[in-house]
C-alpha cells in the first residue's frame, strides 16, 4: 500500500510570492491534515479536510489555505510570502480523523523563503 | 492554552539498554495518545498509540505507559539498537486536533 505522497519536496520561493503543496493521501483515507514543522515551535497544526470540508482550523493567519478534491488529494496554498514562513510542511492523512486513530505521514515538502 | 510538552529535548543511551521517554499533556479531556518517531529528512512515523481506557499498551519492543492522575505518558523502548536513534513526539488529542510535544532527540552510542 503506497503512503502519503507530498510534492515537491523541496521549494526555494522570495518574499511575497505564493506556493502551492500538493498531498495525495494512502488510498481509502479521507481526512488529510497540515502541519508545519520548525525547529523553534515544533509541530504545528495547519488545518484538517475531512471529504472535501475543512472541520479544523489551527492558528494561522488566513495567507495559509488549503482545499480537499473528491479523489481526497488536498493542496494547502500560502499566499504573500514571509521569511518565517521558511519550514517543512507536512500532511497526514487517516481513515476518518485525526483525533482517535493513527495519523501517517508523508516526508514533507521542505519550503525556503530567501 | 493547551500544551504538550517532553520533559528532556535530548537522551542518550547505550545501545542494549532501555530507553524511556516522558511527555505530560494538559487538556484533562484528552483520550487519546500517540508516540512518532522522526529520522532526519523523513516525516513523524507511527510507533503506538494508547486511549483513555487503558493504562498500558505494548507493541514490539515499544511499551507505553499513561497515567491520567498526573497527565503524563512515557514510551519505554527495550534493548535499544542504533536504528533507534532519532527524534521522538508525543501528542494529545484536543478536540479534532493533536498537539504534538517538542520532541526528544534519541542518541544510541555504542
Known amino acids: 500500500k503506497a503512503g502519503v505522497t507530498q510534492t515537491p519536496r523541496y521549494l526555494i520561493k522570495t518574499r511575497g510570492q505564493q506556493v502551492t503543496l500538493s498531498c495525495s493521501p494512502i488510498s481509502g483515507h479521507r481526512s488529510v491534515s497540515w502541519y508545519q514543522q520548525t525547529p523553534g515551535q515544533g509541530l504545528q497544526f495547519l488545518f484538517e479536510y475531512f471529504s472535501e470540508t475543512q472541520r479544523n482550523k489551527g492558528n494561522f493567519p488566513g495567507r495559509f489555505s488549503g482545499r480537499q478534491f473528491s479523489n481526497s488529494r488536498s493542496e494547502m496554498n500560502v499566499s504573500t510570502l514571509e521569511l518565517g514562513d521558511s519550514a517543512l510542511y507536512l500532511c497526514?492523512?487517516?481513515?476518518?480523523?485525526?483525533?482517535?486513530?493513527?495519523?501517517?505521514f508523508g516526508d514533507g515538502t521542505r519550503l525556503s523563503i530567501l | 492554552g493547551e500544551s504538550v510538552g517532553l520533559h528532556l529535548p535530548t537522551l542518550s543511551v547505550q545501545e542494549g539498554d532501555n530507553s524511556i521517554i516522558n511527555c505530560a499533556y494538559s487538556?484533562?479531556?484528552?483520550?487519546?495518545f500517540i508516540w512518532y518517531k522522526q529520522e532526519s529528512g523523513k516525516g513523524p512515523q507511527f510507533i503506538i498509540d494508547i486511549r483513555s481506557n487503558m493504562d498500558k499498551r505494548q507493541g514490539q519492543r515499544v511499551t507505553v505507559l499513561l497515567n491520567k492522575t498526573v497527565k503524563h505518558l512515557s514510551l519505554q523502548i527495550a534493548a535499544t539498537q542504533p536504528g533507534d536513534s532519532a527524534v521522538y513526539f508525543c501528542?494529545?488529542?484536543?478536540?479534532?486536533?493533536?498537539?504534538f510535544g517538542k520532541g526528544t532527540s534519541l542518541l544510541v552510542t555504542p
Open positions: 501528542a494529545a488529542n484536543s478536540g479534532y486536533a493533536l498537539n
Open positions: 497526514a492523512s487517516s481513515l476518518l480523523g485525526v483525533s482517535n486513530q493513527p495519523q501517517h
Open positions: 487538556n484533562s479531556a484528552s483520550d487519546y
